[in-house]
């Protein structure tokens, strides 16, 4: 739980995610726009195209009727028939056949090559027929006064008159649908003489409008200047109310487009008027004028999908290119983290995380830098603690120098106690320096002399001493007060315990870079382990012996390095001689360097 | 680092199973796979059913299903049809219309139908058995009643009237003439009210109402319960010029019975709604199938047509349909 937590709070995860949820807003975004756009272009395309076909459907629609029209024109300028029409009875059967054969000639021969047309024949109103069909004969059962083409032609008084589809019951046997033309006849004088009939094969008609098709539910239909359905696919369903047509507006609509709803569809109506009466609608379904509306969905999903997945593997990639540097650096500061400043991390990747480990890498040179100071502080502070040890010395000399002071004046010596005295301020004099660790050679020698005069004055005959010194090693510098506890040693340790007087030799001598100076008395010596243990920290709780001598063993070492301090000859009974060594350093360019 | 590459790994597996689902779903859910449906006729060679099979085939394309139409060849097939139905059944369609040939017989296949979860609707004649989906039909005792009171207008009593059924046990018959006989049964002006069937043949038809005709001269109505039935019937009457003597009225329609109409033998003939029984059973069928609420009976309705209103605008387009090539 806390490792999955842990992942979804990692930049890596969220730049993922941002990633990906900015891609998928911006793919939607375009897919949605991009697929509105391709639907609103195709679909006026569309529009276009079922406009086009309503156009054409109307021109050959008004090329059937036109044909009709000039048909029936022709007709009714034939003297033959208004001559025909115009005799009420004919004497002689011959005359009437004769008659009757050359209009049906010529009535047929306007029907040659015109297979759309079923029939062309004249009614009379004095019960005449003729057909350009010889093989029709009347229905004896219908009464052709009685249909609507023949009246409504009578009352258009000479204009043509088109019918909607219908069942043409007049001829025996046969009930073709068609699409009647009639037109009244009429005579020069004006005498209305009968009905010329030009019938249409509505099949012609309803083929060709049954295989138009807008779209995979679109269709056509046309209605008359009544509102009638002329023609619809689906006539039987609109006859049975199992479907209704937009009637009204698509009278309203002269010619035009709207849309409708219906059954829950939203339709576009595209209605263009014909010219004679009938108005041609094309119904195309909006949902479908986008032909492949659903191709194009899916593509574009799909399209969707892939770019996603894409996305997603991108900037997977992209941002583990980003954070890899990052989390170098961030192995680098566990390892700082342990305690490890030796590293380096190496400045790669994006400007940002390249400046981040430069940053990164100053920081760690700086804390390292940090730390060695305080390595130096500390080691600063060791060295005052020690100055301190150092001072300490000086007050146990002091009041030993001071007790044998008031025990010679409780004696009287005066002289002794000036000398002392003197010896004593010589001493504090050389010891004080200033403050300062490094003294020349020469004020430690003058130190070392008032301290051996003094307890050459404390122990009278039993200790001797001799200084030889080359001046010119003098100039020389050294920390201060070495001299003196290795004397100090000398004379408790091994003169003092010797029986006779004992003598204390001071020299000095180069040796390289390195000065030694050798204090050697002619004391007890020491036994081996003796002089092993003088150079050795003193146990905890037991200082005392050699607290001094080591004191300027470590302090030799401190200041100067490790292949520096003390050693010492020993051989018991003879002496002990102790070498000093430090380097040359002179005095012109003496100073607190290390 | 092994962990990485198995999150990364489960995390593409995933994304792409649900790109997979995801086309899938959207797949099925863009191009829905067409509902198939099993239509049984009484018989393919009538007018009737033709117009029926063309209504069907205008719904199929609007509906999107795909249908296969089977019929015997002729109504009294009944074997013929259940073998029909059980080959249906066989092919697993997601619904089977039936326009059932007998009453009872067809019941158990019928249930055969329900049982192997295949959505069942009736058109036209019905079984002995509340178990379709839906039934699309006429309603027939209202057709009869119709008939019936046609009949009424033309008879003057007291008279015999007899009705020619097609078959014995045809649901949509069996109807007609209890509408007949609910109206006709209360006339007092008939005496006589008889059935007669004539095994599914227009040409007994004929000879029996020949036979009857010529037999009892009181009997002054006919009434033909199918079309074969009205034109037999007509046929005899025709033959024996007794069309202002009798009065026939039936039910359906054909040239035949136009003719007769035109010619005054027919007084009157009820049509049905083939176009819409056959469209309507598909509607239903595919409703039913994609999970609608269908109602449990659908009346197409009947007209009574009649010499003077045939040619009509409306009435011309039931009775002179176009029948699709």
Redesign the interface.
């Known amino acids: 739980m806390a490792r999955l937590r842990f992942r979804f709070r990692s930049i890596q995860t969220h730049m993922v995610l941002a990633f990906t949820l900015l891609i998928l807003i911006t793919i939607l975004a375009m897919s949605i726009a991009s697929y509105y756009m391709t639907k609103e272009a195709v679909k006026s395309n569309a529009q276009v195209y079922t406009a086009e076909l309503v156009n054409q459907v109307n021109n050959n629609i008004r090329a059937y009727v036109n044909g009709m029209k000039d048909m029936a024109e022709l007709a009714a300028g034939s003297y033959v028939i208004q001559n025909f029409l115009s005799v009420e009875a004919f004497a002689d059967p011959e005359e009437e056949l004769y008659y009757k054969e050359i209009i049906s000639d010529f009535l047929g021969s306007m029907m040659v090559s015109r297979t759309d047309i079923s029939s062309v024949s004249i009614f009379g109103y004095n019960g005449q027929f003729v057909s350009g069909n010889r093989d029709l004969e009347l229905n004896p059962h219908i009464d052709p006064t009685a249909l609507d083409w023949f009246r409504s032609a009578r009352e258009a008084a000479g204009q043509h008159v088109i019918s909607p589809p219908h069942v043409q019951p007049v001829f025996k046997d046969r009930y073709p649908w068609v699409v009647s033309l009639s037109l009244e006849l009429s005579g020069k004088d004006g005498t209305k003489l009968g009905v010329l009939l030009i019938d249409l094969n509505f099949s012609v008609l309803n083929d060709m409008l049954r295989d138009i098709h807008l779209g995979p539910r679109g269709y056509l239909f046309i209605v008359d200047a009544d509102g009638n359905i002329v023609y619809h696919p689906q006539q039987q369903l609109i006859y049975s109310g199992l479907k209704t047509e937009l009637i009204e507006r698509v009278l309203e609509t002269g010619s035009g487009i709207f849309t409708g709803e219906q059954d829950g569809n939203r339709r576009m109506y595209i209605v263009k008027d014909s010219g004679f009466g009938w108005k041609i609608v094309g119904v195309a379904y909006e949902n479908e004028l986008v032909g492949n509306q659903r191709q194009i969905q899916l593509s574009i999903f799909l399209l969707g999908i892939a770019c996603i997945v894409i996305a997603a593997a991108l900037s997977l990639f992209l941002s583990r290119r980003i954070i890899q540097p990052i989390k170098r650096l961030q192995k680098s500061m566990q390892e700082v983290e342990k305690g490890n400043f030796d590293i380096h991390v190496p400045v790669s990747g994006t400007f940002e995380t390249s400046k981040l480990a430069h940053a990164f890498n100053i920081m760690v040179s700086k804390i390292r830098e940090l730390m060695w100071q305080i390595v130096q502080d500390q080691e600063q502070k060791r060295k005052s603690e020690l100055n301190a040890l150092q001072a300490q010395i000086n007050p146990h000399f002091l009041y030993n120098t001071l007790d044998s002071i008031i025990w010679m004046a409780e004696c009287n010596r005066t002289r002794e106690v000036i000398q002392m005295t003197s010896a004593l301020a010589k001493l504090f004099r050389a010891s004080i320096s200033k403050g300062e660790e490094l003294v020349p050679v020469e004020t430690e020698i003058v130190h070392i002399e008032n301290y051996l005069k003094i307890q050459k004055m404390r122990y009278k005959n039993k200790l001797d001493y001799q200084i030889d010194v080359d001046d010119s090693l003098k100039h020389y510098q050294t920390i201060k007060v070495i001299l003196q506890p290795i004397v100090e040693n000398a004379i408790y340790h091994g003169i003092k315990k010797k029986k006779g007087p004992g003598l204390i030799t001071i020299t000095a001598r180069e040796e390289g870079k390195d000065l030694i100076l050798r204090v050697s008395d002619n004391g007890i010596g020491m036994d081996r382990d003796t002089l092993r243990a003088l150079l050795e920290p003193a146990p905890p709780g037991r200082e005392g012996r050699g607290v001094g001598v080591r004191n300027v063993h470590e302090r030799l070492q401190l200041y100067f390095g490790k292949s520096y301090g003390l050693s010492f000859e020993s051989t018991p009974g003879e002496g002990t001689t102790a070498y000093i060594r430090f380097p040359k350093i002179p005095s012109a360019m003496g100073g607190e360097s290390a | 680092m092994m962990a990485k590459m198995k999150w990364?790994a489960a995390a593409?597996v995933i994304?792409?199973a649900a790109?997979l689902g995801?086309?899938d779903w959207?797949?099925r859910m863009?191009?829905p796979r067409p509902a198939r449906v099993e239509v049984i006729i009484k018989t393919n060679t009538m007018e009737f059913w033709q117009v029926l099979v063309?209504?069907v085939h205008?719904a199929a394309e609007?509906f999107k299903a795909e249908v296969r139409v089977n019929g015997p060849r002729t109504e009294a097939d009944v074997d013929g049809q259940i073998a029909m139905v059980e080959d249906a059944i066989r092919r697993k369609p997601d619904a089977i219309v039936l326009a059932a040939t007998d009453f009872d017989r067809l019941v158990p296949v019928a249930q055969n139908v329900i049982d192997n979860g295949i959505r069942l609707i009736i058109v036209d004649s019905g079984i002995n058995a509340d178990i379709a989906h839906s039934v699309v039909q006429t309603d027939n005792v209202a057709a009869g009643n119709k008939a019936g009171r046609v009949m009424q207008e033309h008879l003057q009593g007291p008279t015999k009237v007899a009705i020619i059924s097609f078959v014995k046990n045809a649901a949509s018959l069996l109807d007609r003439e209890k509408g007949v006989r609910e109206v006709l049964e209360g006339d007092p002006r008939i005496v006589r009210l008889d059935t007669y069937y004539v095994d599914g043949s227009e040409q007994n038809a004929y000879s029996k109402v020949m036979e009857i005709l010529r037999k009892d001269p009181d009997v002054t109505g006919v009434i033909g319960l199918n079309e074969g039935t009205t034109v037999g019937a007509g046929k005899a009457i025709r033959e024996l010029g007794l069309k202002d003597r009798v009065t026939l009225v039936g039910f359906d329609n054909s040239?035949e019975e136009?003719?007769f109409l035109?010619?005054?033998v027919l007084k009157a003939t009820v049509i049905q709604?083939p176009?819409?029984m056959g469209?309507?059973s598909i509607k239903t069928a595919v409703e039913a199938i994609s999970g609608k609420k269908v109602p449990k009976t659908i009346d197409?309705?009947s007209l009574v047509i009649t010499r003077q209103n045939m040619?009509e605008?409306?009435n011309?387009?039931?009775?002179?349909?176009?029948v699709r090539s």
């Open positions: 990364l593409s994304l792409v790109a995801l086309t959207f797949h863009t191009f063309d209504g205008v609007e040239l136009i003719k035109e010619e005054g709604r176009f819409s469209y309507l197409t309705g040619y605008e409306e011309q387009k039931l009775l002179f349909p176009f």
